[in-house]
Each structure stands twice: as structure tokens, then as C-alpha cells.
């Protein structure tokens, strides 16, 4: 589904691929301007000594940011992945 900057302003247009990231040592990765809603995660690069699954469905992971409250002012989730970003 489509992520919305506003009820009718598009962000993000279903499957269109958002980014590469890489996490950070400390299984981290910064993502600026993220709108609520659902995307998937691909890992696309294991993390060094372990082994990548053949099958991009076992390397998908899909996410919801969520609304977390009025006085919430920063949400995070983790992963420790080299993945691709998609809605």
C-alpha cells in the first residue's frame, strides 16, 4: 500500500524500493523521514559469518511504524541487517 505524507499527499508509491542501508556496528541504522505505515525489509547482505537465505522471502521482513502517542518523540525499532527498503 501507498505511504502518505498526508491523507492525500503520496510519500511513497507501493513497491518502489525506498533505499540501501547499512546497519552500524552496533546493529543500528538511521533512516530519516519515515512516514506511518507498512514497508518491508529485504536483507540483501548477511552479517559477516553467517550465510544469506537463497529465498527472498525468508530474507523479508515486513514492519508498521505506528502512531506512538502525542508526546512520543522518537520511535525506534531495530535489526541488524544490510536491507533494502520497500513499501
Keep these: ?24 556496528a552496533d546493529g543500528t541504522v538511521d533512516i530519516p523521514d519515515l512516514y506511518m505505515g507498512k514497508y518491508k525489509i529485504v536483507e540483501i547482505k548477511a552479517p ?5 537465505a537463497k529465498n527472498v522471502a ?3 521482513h515486513e514492519v508498521e511504524l505506528v502512531y506512538a502517542g502525542q ?5 525506534t525499532t531495530s ?9
Design 48 to 52: 559477516h559469518g553467517l550465510t544469506l
Design 58 to 60: 525468508d530474507r523479508t
Design 1 to 24: 500500500e501507498n505511504i502518505y505524507k498526508t491523507p492525500t499527499k503520496i510519500a511513497y508509491k507501493a513497491g518502489n524500493l525506498i533505499g540501501t542501508f547499512t546497519t552500524k
Design 71 to 75: 508526546t512520543q518523540k522518537i520511535v
Design 79 to 87: 535489526t541488524s541487517y544490510t536491507i533494502l527498503l520497500m513499501i
